[in-house]
């Protein structure tokens, strides 16, 4: 069985999107199958028709100039253009048997009409809703033209498709609510590879000397700054943490938007002392970063994208044996038991935050059951074997019964 993959972006680039389309590709080659890759216009800084990143063999769509691709909602077209026009040379060179189209829509509806042309069944994977995103992101606004037509696109791309998967229950049952039948959608939840995901180890004393976290109580957060991860929350928290754990600290590890927004609060509260900014880190020494950390915090916003998607953090919280404090948000609920595998604390609430963070830092055995429960969730229900192991009677459906 050949599977070609239609992506948004992925290596060189880093994301979560592209760990994720990552680990898919390593379990479905280790059941046998073929896999090719085909990114959009969107993989930035790429202008070759292919190339081979890490052992990984991606075909491009190298972008094209013009005014259409600098005009809004044209530059959108254009993106769909340009990757039905590769589909096209890159189906003839590769032959597969199934389209598997990944979130967003922009690589849906190309993979769609192309499909129809050659016969091929296409599956939709959806990762989140888009026009949540780009609330959070300030793009637009909720209920906006552009919101509702963003979501009717995604609504008539869910309809023409063959099969859908998508990464959670919340973002299934959205799905389903538009009247697609139950039948037609398949959660492909996220997992880790237990493999590289080792129980943490001892801090690295230089690097922990060098970021001024020596006999600290550190909290912790790594990955990127956007608003709905709330790190802004944990920064209004930390006076009130430091008046029962005066030696705590906040580690951030990563960057994004909101990152000399939070630098200016910290100024603000005048905690930036006991806050340190690390910066983005290679990817092979994100474990160090981990190591250094007592408590990591996943303050999520309650919005419609965080109440939909299930992160992936947490898991991986989970597989380094690390305990965790997280709001309650419905991602967070779907994939973390209260006072079992993780604290979760009342979104939006930095009270209740401190009360969660100094429950961790005062009752050593609730933190010992909360790893352990945390790593025998993951080894026995989050693994990227198991969660690929679901395409497998999806894909066998439709090739036994290719939709016309």
Aim: proline share 6%; charged share 20%; aromatic share 8%.
């Amino acid at each position: 069985m050949r599977i070609l993959h239609i992506l948004d972006h992925s290596l060189p680039l880093h994301s979560g999107y592209t760990f994720r389309t990552l680990s898919i590709l390593k379990e479905q080659r280790a059941l046998g199958w073929e896999t090719c890759h085909l990114t959009s216009e969107k993989q930035t800084g790429c202008t070759v028709p292919e190339e081979t990143v890490e052992g990984w063999h991606f075909y491009r769509t190298p972008p094209r100039l013009g005014l259409q691709s600098t005009l809004p909602l044209l530059n959108q077209v254009a993106v769909m253009k340009g990757l039905e026009r590769r589909l096209h040379e890159v189906i003839e060179k590769t032959q597969p048997d199934i389209l598997h189209a990944h979130s967003p829509v922009l690589n849906a509806f190309p993979a769609l009409k192309v499909g129809r042309q050659y016969r091929i069944p296409v599956v939709y994977e959806v990762r989140a809703f888009w026009e949540d995103a780009a609330v959070d992101h300030g793009t637009t606004k909720e209920g906006s033209l552009r919101y509702r037509l963003t979501r009717a696109l995604e609504t008539l791309a869910f309809r023409q498709a063959n099969a859908i998967t998508t990464i959670c229950e919340g973002l299934r049952r959205d799905i389903l609510s538009r009247g697609i039948a139950e039948d037609k959608v398949t959660v492909i939840p996220n997992a880790v590879d237990i493999a590289h995901f080792p129980l943490g180890g001892p801090p690295d004393l230089d690097l922990q000397k060098h970021l001024g976290l020596a006999d600290a109580q550190v909290l912790g957060f790594i990955g990127s700054f956007y608003a709905y991860e709330g790190l802004s929350l944990l920064l209004e928290a930390m006076p009130q943490i430091l008046t029962t754990l005066p030696q705590a600290r906040i580690l951030l590890v990563g960057g994004g938007p909101q990152e000399e927004t939070l630098k200016a609060l910290a100024q603000r509260l005048n905690i930036a002392d006991k806050v340190v900014f690390a910066g983005r880190v290679p990817h092979q020494d994100v474990h160090r970063y981990y190591d250094l950390i007592d408590v990591l915090v996943y303050p999520r916003l309650s919005m419609r994208l965080t109440e939909l998607v299930t992160p992936l953090k947490p898991l991986e919280a989970m597989a380094q044996g690390k305990s965790f404090v997280a709001s309650d948000v419905g991602g967070h609920k779907e994939l973390i038991q209260h006072e079992k595998t993780g604290l979760l604390f009342e979104a939006g609430n930095p009270r209740d935050l401190t009360h969660a963070v100094h429950r961790l830092f005062t009752d050593p055995t609730l933190r010992h059951n909360l790893v352990l429960a945390g790593r025998a969730f993951v080894e026995t229900e989050r693994t990227w074997k198991n969660s690929v192991h679901r395409y497998l009677p999806l894909y066998q459906r439709l090739l036994a019964h290719p939709h016309p």
